[in-house]
């Protein structure tokens, strides 16, 4: 069974920095990994979609990379903004096309 | 930009009601699915619909849990008698295809069910 990791659960950065966030899966046959952002109380909003056969996806500040080797999916923001505030949830698309996802990392960038 | 909908955005009912939550996917979506994430965990797997059909479905979509398309707009989810750990966010996706590795999912900004 599928089981997906997100490190670290939270983060809290002052505006402007770079950030990483990790994302692990158990089971590397996968179709997908996508990345979503959830803001409180709100939907998830698609960032990302990394498919299987690709390494990583950009897109403006964001770019997403995909080892699917070692079970491990990437998000980078770059010069991060406190609009970027949310929780950012990573789901691995595995057999059956059924998504797993993670727990997400809860971001804060301060002023 | 099209977007998915969801009504009503909180539900609160007693414990063995039945509710229905309602749905309005993206119009040329093809592909719909529900999820829920019961508070302070993760987002969980449902149920997939295409023409007229369950596609796939989890463990947690029991026999209380049923899915329908009434008419070309709805797409709706029924939980028979609702349980106190049915008490989640309840999330409709849809998407214009599927069995595919490119394909993005829509969410709808959820419903928020309260069982009492």
């Known amino acids: 069974k599928q089981e997906v990791t997100q490190i670290p659960a939270a983060l809290s950065v002052p505006e402007g920095e770079n950030l990483v966030l990790n994302c692990s899966f158990t089971?590397?046959?996968?179709?997908?990994l996508q990345w979503f952002r959830q803001d409180p109380g709100k939907g998830l909003t698609s960032l990302l979609l990394i498919q299987s056969s690709q390494r990583e996806q950009t897109s403006g500040r964001l770019n997403a990379s995909l080892d699917k080797s070692s079970g491990r999916s990437t998000l980078y923001i770059a010069a991060s903004q406190p609009g970027d505030s949310a929780t950012y949830l990573c789901a691995a698309l595995g057999g059956s096309y059924i998504p797993t996802f993670g727990r997400g990392t809860s971001l804060i960038v301060h002023p | 930009e099209p977007e998915v909908t969801q009504t009503p955005s909180h539900q609160v009912t007693q414990m063995g009601q039945e509710v229905i939550l309602r749905c309005v996917p993206i119009s040329n979506h093809l592909y719909f699915y529900w999820y829920r994430q019961i508070l302070g965990q993760k987002v969980e797997f449902l149920v997939s619909?295409?023409?007229?059909?369950?596609?796939?479905k989890s463990e947690i979509f029991d026999d209380q849990f049923s899915v329908e398309r009434p008419d070309g707009s709805n797409f709706t989810l029924k939980i028979r008698s609702t349980k106190l750990e049915d008490s989640a966010m309840y999330f409709c996706?849809?998407?214009?295809?599927?069995?595919?590795?490119?394909?993005?999912?829509?969410f709808g900004p959820g419903t928020r069910l309260t069982v009492l």
């Open positions: 996706a849809s998407s214009a295809n599927s069995g595919s590795s490119t394909d993005t999912q829509y």
């Open positions: 089971d590397s046959a996968i179709y997908n």
């Open positions: 619909f295409y023409n007229n059909e369950i596609s796939e």
